[in-house]
């Protein structure tokens, strides 16, 4: 493996732990409002009774946002490493990607400003948007056989 097949592993890994670290807030924040509420763990048992009694739900929402855009992040490292063709302009892009995750998170998880939050998505989306046309366009002809 490649330096740069590593390091963009590597930004994928970080990646998977920013999630974990989101689901553990999640949780954490859960057990704590559901204490403090002493509300019945069944009360949430499904997304919409947990919606009527659950107020904080930043962390959550993050959580499911982890699991969306962030999936082609995925999905184009799996290539790059399949492909054998990871470029240094390609792990600078996904660490960039990785590092607009984390702002978009913070923001979530703490002062939750919608239009920062929506600055650091629209952001990463874009990036991930080229990286996904530059990887595709700039692939070896070796590797499309």
């Given at each position: 493996m490649t330096p740069n097949a590593y390091n963009l592993l590597l930004a994928a890994l970080a990646m998977v732990v920013l999630t974990f670290v989101v689901s553990l807030r999640m949780l954490y924040s859960r057990v704590q409002?559901?204490?403090?509420?002493?509300?019945?763990?069944?009360k949430a048992a499904t997304s919409k009774t947990m919606a009527a009694n659950l107020e904080n739900i930043q962390a959550a929402d993050n959580?499911?946002?982890?699991f969306e855009?962030?999936?082609?992040f995925y999905a184009l490292v799996a290539c790059a490493v399949a492909a054998a063709y990871a470029p240094p302009w390609l792990v600078i892009g996904a660490w960039c990607y990785f590092g607009l995750r984390v702002v978009h998170t913070i923001i979530h998880?703490?002062?939750?400003?919608?239009?920062?939050?929506?600055?650091?998505f629209a952001i990463g989306f874009v990036l991930l948007?080229?990286?996904w046309i530059a990887f595709v366009l700039t692939l070896p002809n070796r590797v499309l056989l």
């Open positions: 409002e559901m204490r403090q509420k002493r509300l019945h763990p069944q959580y499911r946002n982890l855009t962030p999936v082609l998880c703490t002062y939750n400003n919608v239009m920062h939050r929506l600055a650091a948007l080229g990286l």
